[in-house]
């Protein structure tokens, strides 16, 4: 099976102002939701391209609004693809973005870990969420753990704890569940985690778990990438499939990255764009989805 992750940068619904449409309905309280539609549809559709072109069996999103727009996505640019299988749980994110999954395999559980409260108890612990899903492929059991991490906007130093609080509960969570069974099984701690490797990064404590495999270092150094920061010119890993140790011993072959919806502006990626690509925009996001070929035990 193939496994992904993906920020899907802003998949949203917006109101259709501009159709007259009366946003209520006659009782005065119920919301017509036909009145909403997919937010950017020109850039979407670029979006959807990187997801077909990647054929995930299964694959984790970031920024997604609500189950009812992943739902419509879906229907309307995926169908297919045959992903039968969706959930999104809101959490507390000010922009309404969450993470979630599509998958063409039954998800037979899933444990949100919104509630959590960080250490001081002032905020709730997560920015989005750890979202702790379990899904029956063929008869085998796949855990994935979905993460969205706080974002370096207001500085990567002064993020870091939040970040480095997050990582920390996320590998207390798969030591938790995993360590009486030493850690053998197909488990998974993938998505956008906002920060790259090396000096100053708050992910070490996943980086560095001895039963946690980093597929993208299996990568040359040069193509270890899948974010562009415009604004400082940053090409780095922000987005980790870390699969367990077991489950990597056993898929020991590279993953891989798809920047073909990635703006012209990034332009270390001098290969095939998707019609339709700017220079800046459109986009289907400026993050490149992350995949890989898995043969689970």
């Known amino acids: 099976m193939r496994l992904a992750t ?7 619904a917006r109101y259709r102002f501009r159709e007259q449409i009366q946003p209520v309905s006659p009782d005065g309280f119920t919301i017509n939701d036909l009145a909403f539609d997919i937010y950017d549809e020109t850039e979407k559709q670029i979006t959807a391209k990187a997801i077909r072109e990647v054929n995930a069996d299964v694959i984790a999103l970031q920024e997604v609004e609500s189950l009812p727009v992943l739902d ?4 309307r640019y995926l169908a297919s693809m045959r992903y039968r299988h969706r959930i999104v749980i809101d959490s507390h994110d000010s922009r309404g973005i969450d993470v ?3 998958s063409r395999h039954e998800i037979v559980a899933a444990r ?3 509630h959590e409260r960080n250490a001081q108890n002032t905020a709730f612990l997560f920015s989005r969420d750890c ?3 379990e899904i029956d492929v063929d008869d085998k059991l796949l855990v994935l753990y979905v993460n969205h991490f706080k974002s370096m906007m207001e500085g990567r130093a002064e993020t870091h704890q939040r970040r480095l609080e997050q990582a920390q509960r996320v590998a207390d969570i798969v030591d938790q569940r995993w360590r009486a069974r030493n850690y053998q099984g197909n488990f998974a701690v993938l998505g956008d985690f906002n920060d790259y490797p090396g000096q100053g990064t708050a992910l070490d404590i996943l980086l560095a778990h001895p039963e946690l495999v980093n597929v993208v270092e299996r990568m040359p150094e040069a193509d270890q990438w899948t974010h562009y920061y415009a604004g400082a010119g940053e090409y ?10 077991s489950l990597g011993n056993a898929n020991p072959q590279p993953p891989n990255i798809v920047r073909k919806g990635l703006p012209y502006r990034a332009d270390r990626y001098a290969g095939q764009r998707f019609d339709g690509v700017g220079e800046d925009r459109p986009k289907a996001s400026d993050h490149a989805p992350l995949s890989m070929e898995l043969t689970l035990a």
Request: hydrophobic share 45%; net charge positive; aromatic share 14%.
């Open 6 to 12: 993906f920020n899907c940068e802003n998949l949203f």
């Open 72 to 75: 419509r996505f879906n229907s």
């Open 100 to 102: 979630a999954i599509l």
């Open 112 to 114: 949100s870990h919104r």
């Open 131 to 133: 979202l702790e899903v």
């Open 236 to 245: 780095r890993q922000l987005d980790y499939l870390l699969v367990s140790r």
